[in-house]
């Protein structure tokens, strides 16, 4: 079993729906929680970066973590067409080293 | 426009051949990491820097792969010699961390897509 997982779609929602993408993992010792949005041919850029527990707002995105569950959700309002892309989630304990999901493939359909 | 420059973008070679990828990273960065992404595997770290010190090569295959950063504007990977397996995309990313092992958000450069034949 993987450290981290997280479903690899592809989703496909229409314009403006609500997108919730989501990663487990099965380190207690993670503190720190990134998503990162990669388009397709580029680099993964950071979205957002939350350290433990609790919820954080960004305009249309919206990252929480539960580490209780161990549970990591990404919430999109608004989508757009624009946001199709594979989103990474990546957690770490404090140090360098983060372990990456596999990412999820989303498609915002006009 | 900070960013971190890969080069080359792509690169095709034959299988045996050397492979040089070269990163500069963003202005002021103290810290370079080479990452691996492949559809099975995702994104798997292969080396870590901060202050141009080596810290932490553990995702490397040692035998073939090799990380330098001659100076704090120039990281390199090199793989001698290359193996259909390395086939994949290389990410160099930067960024700015305090202590030794500390946290640090990285970002990316565009990646070097390496396709070994």
């Known amino acids: 079993q993987k450290e981290v997982e997280q479903d690899p779609g592809p989703l496909s929602v229409p314009e403006g729906a609500i997108v919730s993408l989501n990663c487990t993992y099965s380190?207690?010792?993670?503190?720190?929680f990134m998503w990162y949005r990669q388009y397709s041919r580029k680099g993964p850029e950071l979205l957002m970066y939350t350290y433990s527990s609790g919820n954080k707002e960004d305009g249309r995105f919206t990252a929480q973590v539960d580490k209780s569950s161990k549970y990591i959700s990404l919430f999109i309002r608004d989508s757009q067409p624009s946001d199709s892309a594979t989103y990474l989630c990546a957690m770490g304990s404090g140090t360098y080293k983060y372990i990456f999901g596999t990412g999820t493939r989303l498609k915002v359909l006009a | 426009d900070a960013r971190v420059t890969q080069t080359p973008r792509h690169k095709v070679t034959e299988m045996g051949q050397e492979v040089t990828m070269r990163c500069q990273p963003i202005l002021g960065h103290n810290t370079v990491f080479w990452y691996r992404q492949t559809m099975m595997q995702g994104l798997e770290l292969l080396a870590y820097?901060?202050?141009?010190?080596?810290?932490?090569d553990s995702g490397m295959p040692k035998d073939r792969f090799s990380a330098e950063m001659p100076d704090a504007t120039l990281a390199t990977l090199k793989i001698q010699p290359s193996e259909p397996r390395d086939s994949a995309v290389y990410f160099c990313a930067s960024g700015f961390g305090t202590g030794t092992l500390s946290n640090t958000e990285a970002f990316f450069g565009q990646g070097t897509r390496l396709t070994v034949v």
């Open positions: 820097f901060r202050n141009r010190a080596p810290l932490d």
């Open positions: 380190n207690s010792a993670f503190q720190y």
